[in-house]
């Protein structure tokens, strides 16, 4: 029986090796220059190491001492990280399970080794995909949570995941502040009302640094804005806004704006995606108060600096 094995393998060895000849005889025939396509294939290898180098390179200067959040362009999803000039880090989201690699390479491009915390705004798959991945490569000192539990397999993923690398948890209500570096956190939501959705339930974060603030909205949407201008209206104010939902029409109002007077809005989506993010209606929304809009699907990787008093930007694309 051995030697039939053999034999079998032997025939599917020199079929293969005839299949690679006349692939070889047809490039050959066709003109195409080989070395080239070789190149072209290592390359793609390690497209995402390149390409996450490639963009913080451009993006961020070396020598830079300011606050740094950087999207990460990981199609209709969501990850960023904030990292303070005294090198505190913090990761907000882990987009999907296939966003692993090149969030991974763009915090490795950046430098960061170790996260001061991990926020988990909800518990949905184009936040959290990723999370399992990221909590095997790099330490972190603890994950914030919204007690909105979901009985999907990347949430209970995750949690095993947390438990196995003895990383602390913590429950995020409005309300809770913390302290990573010299930023500040401020929760907004989850209220203290429970909704009957996971995008309702996002952690909502103010962070304040001097002088300049960013709101970092998840994917909450009508009933925890109302929610949320009702008890922090005056609190909203920001610089930054990362748009909720990924530019959801049902994430966005004219008080809500209103109230964030944003001077640049973030919004995370990708190219020609099935939901239509970002709805005209926010585009036309943020445009009438004359916020600077950028998005992932068209400005790919972005970076925002901040001294403490002032706020710029640049984007990748």
Not at 166 to 191: C, R, Y
């Amino acid at each position: 029986m051995a030697a039939k094995r053999k034999s079998k393998t032997a025939r599917a060895a020199i079929i293969f090796l005839c299949t690679v000849g006349f692939f070889l005889i047809f490039l050959l025939g066709s003109g195409i220059d080989i070395t080239e396509m070789a190149g072209q294939i290592w390359n793609s290898l390690g497209s995402s190491e390149n390409t996450a180098s490639a963009h913080a390179a451009k993006l961020v200067p070396e020598d830079s001492d300011s606050l740094l959040l950087y999207i990460i362009d990981t199609g209709n999803s969501d990850s960023m990280v904030l990292r303070s000039p005294d090198g505190h880090s913090v990761l907000i989201d882990a987009g999907e399970s296939d966003d692993a690699q090149y969030i991974l390479d763009t915090l490795s491009a950046l430098g960061i080794r170790k996260l001061d915390a991990v926020v988990a705004t909800h518990p949905h798959a184009d936040h959290i995909g990723s999370m399992v991945a990221i909590l095997k490569q790099i330490p972190a000192d603890v994950v914030y949570m919204t007690d909105f539990a979901a009985s999907t397999q990347t949430y209970e993923d995750m949690l095993d995941a947390i438990e196995a690398s003895g990383i602390p948890t913590v429950d995020i209500n409005s309300g809770d502040t913390f302290d990573i570096g010299a930023v500040h956190f401020t929760a907004l939501n989850p209220q203290d009302r429970i909704y009957d959705d996971a995008n309702n339930s996002s952690i909502v974060l103010l962070a304040e640094y001097g002088d300049t603030r960013f709101l970092f909205e998840g994917d909450a949407e009508d009933e925890a804005i109302s929610d949320m201008l009702a008890q922090y209206s005056e609190l909203l104010d920001a610089d930054v806004l990362k748009v909720g939902h990924h530019g959801s029409r049902n994430a966005t109002t004219s008080e809500f704006l209103k109230a964030v007077t944003p001077e640049t809005a973030i919004i995370t989506c990708g190219e020609e995606n099935d939901y239509g993010h970002p709805h005209q209606e926010t585009l036309d929304l943020l445009g009438s108060m004359g916020v600077t809009t950028l998005r992932t699907d068209q400005d790919s990787d972005i970076a925002i600096f901040s001294d403490g008093a002032a706020v710029w930007y640049a984007a990748a694309a």
